[in-house]
């Protein structure tokens, strides 16, 4: 047996003493809820017991509410994952992996005439589209798909199918397309949410194409609601949502989304002094969109009542002219013998004068409220009908030799009325 000094005892007891604490400390560098010889996630309390599923502990993924979503296994977090992100990170992440897939890229091809008068193929705009339909229906704007050959609707795995437009309403600028889901795939859809109880501040993302970058997340607030805002083809389109979500060419038409992940309105577009995202973006509220693409999909359009009268907005000549008492207002030229204006006691104006190449005629009513809203200009009228029906009754304010009336006035069919 071999003896060691009391010097070596001391070495080797120190010795010890170090390789104990280096141990300690390299079982204290696993990653948490790690196991050091099969790197597998085990209970962050080391407890023998089946792990729970993170989904089913309630706080802190409660406030997410997946439980509603029609996909509430797409965003499978670990223990790990809990703490790796904020709530408001997870709650992105989880509305953005739920729903992804569900937006579209559209593009489309337009008819050209080159130099020898032949219909040439040419690419036309491109936009986003949500599905909202498992038989393929895909809501978007319509301008993103206005003039267009032929529309192509890019999905999320790659594929590339064709759509048909199966309706379209310029007047809200929203469209419904339709494409033939490939076989075997079931397409993931984006429910419709309410946008009457919107609040300015409240949180909103946005998906989408922007510069043809597929399916984009953005992330904002409710900048201000009640918009009327005046497009291109110079309507109004009332109640808009106006966002900070960054939208850019290419968002046209896709979702935005609350913070549970349903559709509160549909981007449509942004002012920008520079063609870029300066933080002001417009989307038409999704509860325009519910009133609409039922009839789309029915009708191919949209059924609006008008007043069946022909009515000239007041410019500055006619009211020097005219000596009216009003500097703005429609004034009913002529109504349509025993229409429906007639019948509710609106009168027609019988001095004829003429006006560059059409004939107005002086002395009628003047139109200054319909439906509770007050019209000064044709786009108004427009906006006040734009959610009403023929056959529908309105109230109807006017002035009659300088004094006010109020009248109740069933309402024709639009398109009948404006095509005479």
Do not use: C
Request: no cysteine.
């Amino acid at each position: 047996m071999k003896l060691y000094s009391r010097r070596q005892v001391i070495f080797f007891s120190i010795l010890s003493g170090l390789i104990v604490i280096l141990f300690g400390v390299g079982i204290g560098l696993l990653p948490i809820g790690k196991s050091a010889d099969q790197g597998e996630a085990v209970p962050v309390s080391g407890s023998t017991e089946e792990e729970q599923d993170p989904w089913e502990t309630g706080d802190p993924l409660e406030a997410l509410n997946l439980s509603q979503s029609p996909y509430p296994n797409t965003l499978q977090l670990n223990a790990a994952d809990l703490t790796a992100y904020t709530l408001d990170e997870r709650e992105n992440i989880s509305v953005y992996e739920r729903l992804n897939e569900a937006v579209v890229n559209i593009t489309t091809e337009t008819v050209a005439i080159n130099w020898f008068l032949e219909p040439v193929p040419q690419n036309g705009g491109s936009g986003s589209g949500s599905i909202i339909g498992t038989q393929g229906h895909v809501l978007t704007n319509n301008h993103v798909i206005e003039n267009a050959y032929k529309v192509f609707i890019n999905l999320a795995d790659g594929r590339q199918v064709e759509g048909s437009v199966v309706g379209t309403d310029p007047e809200n600028d929203l469209a419904v397309l339709k494409f033939d889901p490939p076989r075997g795939m079931q397409l993931k859809t984006i429910p419709f949410g309410d946008s009457s109880n919107l609040r300015v501040g409240q949180k909103v993302l946005a998906i989408g194409n922007p510069f043809a970058l597929e399916r984009t997340l953005t992330v904002g607030i409710v900048s201000g609601l009640g918009r009327p805002i005046q497009t291109s083809r110079q309507n109004i389109i009332r109640d808009m949502i106006q966002t900070d979500a960054s939208i850019n060419p290419g968002n046209s038409g896709g979702p935005l989304l609350d913070a549970q992940g349903k559709m509160i309105g549909i981007n449509t577009m942004i002012f920008s002094p520079s063609g870029g995202s300066v933080g002001i973006g417009f989307a038409v509220p999704v509860n325009t969109a519910k009133r609409v693409v039922a009839e789309l999909i029915e009708h191919g359009k949209v059924r609006r009542g008008w007043i069946d009268a022909s009515v000239v907005q007041i410019f500055p000549a006619l009211v020097r002219y005219a000596n009216l008492p009003v500097n703005a207002g429609l004034l009913v030229s002529r109504t349509k013998r025993n229409g429906l204006a007639e019948q509710a006691g609106i009168r027609q104006g019988s001095e004829p004068v003429r006006y560059g190449s059409s004939v107005i005629y002086l002395g009628g009513d003047i139109l200054t409220r319909v439906d509770g809203m007050k019209v000064e200009t044709l786009a108004d009228l427009y906006s006040a009908l734009e959610d009403n029906k023929p056959g529908q009754k309105v109230a109807v304010e006017l002035l009659r030799s300088g004094k006010a009336v109020k009248l109740e006035v069933t309402l024709a069919d639009r398109e009948e009325v404006l095509s005479q």
